[in-house]
């Protein structure tokens, strides 16, 4: 059964740093492109960055780029998304997603298996 666990969101101050990861049981990372997303309430889920499987190239969104760093570790099977620099308009449920394109997008639609999200809050 193919699943996905995000991890590591919580409160924490504008200013402040978070590391988020993405757990995969039933199929291995990577043999896919990752993604993690967000949507705030209210607002459509929009790509923050992403992981390509054919050369490990990464590509953030603008508002992210600078703070926002994606990893994985393949031995794992585990990817992760540092989060500095932490703005109040960041707060959303993060999503991890994969999608079996070589090349990765921040396009929510390419993307085949979604985890549950974890809430990140920024807040004073």
């Known amino acids: 059964q193919v699943q996905l666990v995000e991890s590591g969101g919580g409160l924490v101050q504008p200013g402040g740093s978070l590391r988020l990861s993405c757990s995969a049981s039933?199929?291995?990372?990577?043999?896919?492109?990752i993604g993690w997303f967000r949507q705030a309430p209210g607002k459509e889920r929009e790509g923050v960055s992403c992981?390509?499987?054919?050369?490990?190239?990464?590509v953030y969104a603008d508002s992210v780029k600078g703070r926002f760093t994606i990893s994985r570790d393949n031995a794992k099977n585990l990817v992760y998304q540092q989060m500095n620099s932490l703005k109040p308009e960041y707060t959303a449920v993060y999503y991890c997603?994969?999608?079996?394109?070589?090349?990765?997008?921040?396009?929510?639609?390419?993307?085949?298996?979604w985890g549950q999200g974890t809430q990140v809050t920024v807040s004073s």
């Open positions: 039933g199929f291995t990372l990577d043999y896919y492109a």
């Open positions: 992981f390509s499987r054919s050369d490990g190239s990464t």
């Open positions: 997603a994969v999608d079996v394109s070589v090349f990765c997008t921040l396009g929510a639609k390419a993307y085949d298996y």
